[in-house]
């Protein structure tokens, strides 16, 4: 497995916006908005909980396929540090229309197991929201 070179490239990213910067293209206060995003504590702990959620996913896929896990797993560990994951346990009678809701993630994925859409008027809607 190669390794991330995530540090470098936001380094690298803020390099060319300051060469940017220089030539006008983009207003300055657009780019430096963004400069300050990437040097921010908290953009380094979300390149420090990737970098450990990646090095720690063990599946054998190709190198977008765990960095796509990897990423998942980050958004959903910082969701939930933050209060926006509530699990619920529900019951759903099956039917033939479908449940309405699309699940990601899983153990084939090595991230967590998430509702990444819920389909208006669907059973789920009417069931519980």
Do not use: W
């Amino acid at each position: 497995m190669a390794p991330l070179t995530l540090e470098r490239d936001i380094r690298r990213a803020i390099e060319l916006m300051e060469t940017l910067e220089q030539s006008g293209e983009i207003p300055a206060s657009k780019l430096a908005a963004m400069k300050n995003v990437l040097k921010s504590d908290f953009c380094r702990a979300v390149r420090e909980v990737y970098e450990q959620v990646h090095e720690t996913v063990d599946i054998n896929h190709p190198p977008e396929i765990r960095a796509e896990a990897a990423a998942k797993a980050t958004v959903a560990a910082f969701a939930a540090s933050e209060g926006h994951a509530h699990p619920r346990v529900i019951e759903l009678p099956k039917t033939e229309e479908g449940l309405g809701f699309n699940v990601m993630g899983g153990k084939e994925q090595a991230s967590p197991i998430y509702i990444s859409r819920i389909i208006p008027a669907e059973l789920l809607t009417k069931t519980v929201i």
